[in-house]
């Protein structure tokens, strides 16, 4: 059976207690031929990260998904997997050499630069709290990584590499080997793998 929704509100026009998760979150999960049991994980996607004007003087733009976990949350088995797929299907960084022929970062259109651009996908990423956000968190983790506010906002804006939380390398030349990828939603533990890569 899909497990409920943990987070409950009294709805504002009867003040019956619901889920707080949008109509068609609910009606998913309530739905017999969607159970988790038949194999199916349905995930909402939190925050996509796009720095999306051409960046520092370089031909591409970044992107990154973010999952949050509020309230010392953890994921289940199945969103674990599930991440960590998207982790695999959106991150590009082992193809990061783009004077290589047929090893390139792929060029998408942007329609705020008005042209074709490179785009870095840096995969997806684990932002937990101990309580709701950055402003009641006794404690903020990155990856299960400790940080602070201000390192938060550094990753968000790229200005850290959000793989590395080092000075983030946009050099062209700069290569990220497949075998070196970070495994974020790692499925034996809690723990990050990527802490051990570099």
């Given at each position: 059976?899909?497990?409920?929704?943990?987070?409950?509100?009294?709805?504002?026009?009867?003040?019956?207690?619901?889920?707080?998760?949008?109509?068609?979150?609910?009606?998913?999960?309530?739905?017999?031929?969607?159970?988790?049991?038949?194999?199916?994980?349905?995930?909402?996607?939190?925050?996509?990260?796009?720095?999306?004007?051409?960046?520092?003087?370089?031909?591409?733009?970044?992107?990154?998904?973010?999952?949050?976990?509020?309230?010392?949350?953890?994921?289940?088995?199945?969103?674990?997997?599930?991440?960590?797929?998207?982790?695999?299907?959106?991150?590009?960084?082992?193809?990061?050499?783009?004077?290589q022929a047929g090893n390139s970062i792929p060029k998408v259109y942007?329609?705020?630069?008005?042209?074709?651009?490179?785009?870095?996908?840096?995969?997806?990423?684990l932002l937990t709290f101990s309580h709701s956000g950055p402003d009641?968190?006794?404690?903020?983790?990155?990856?299960?990584?400790?940080?602070?506010?201000?390192?938060?906002?550094?990753?968000?804006?790229?200005?850290?590499?959000?793989?590395?939380?080092?000075?983030?390398?946009?050099?062209?030349?700069?290569?990220?080997?497949?075998?070196?990828?970070?495994?974020?939603?790692?499925?034996?533990?809690?723990?990050?793998?990527?802490?051990?890569?570099?």
């Amino acid at each position: 059976m899909t497990r409920a929704f943990n987070q409950i509100i009294n709805c504002p026009h009867c003040n019956n207690e619901i889920t707080a998760e949008p109509a068609f979150g609910r009606w998913i999960r309530n739905n017999p031929q969607l159970d988790s049991w038949q194999g199916y994980c349905v995930i909402d996607q939190d925050y996509w990260i796009h720095q999306f004007r051409t960046f520092r003087g370089k031909d591409f733009q970044l992107i990154m998904m973010v999952e949050i976990k509020t309230f010392c949350a953890h994921q289940t088995l199945a969103q674990k997997d599930t991440l960590h797929v998207i982790d695999q299907l959106t991150r590009n960084r082992k193809n990061s050499d783009i004077s290589q022929a047929g090893n390139s970062i792929p060029k998408v259109y942007s329609h705020v630069s008005k042209k074709e651009v490179y785009i870095r996908s840096y995969g997806a990423h684990l932002l937990t709290f101990s309580h709701s956000g950055p402003d009641d968190s006794n404690w903020i983790k990155w990856n299960w990584r400790m940080i602070d506010e201000d390192t938060l906002t550094k990753i968000l804006r790229f200005d850290l590499d959000p793989d590395t939380l080092m000075k983030i390398d946009l050099r062209y030349h700069h290569i990220y080997r497949i075998d070196r990828q970070p495994t974020l939603f790692p499925m034996d533990n809690n723990k990050c793998n990527y802490a051990h890569t570099k």
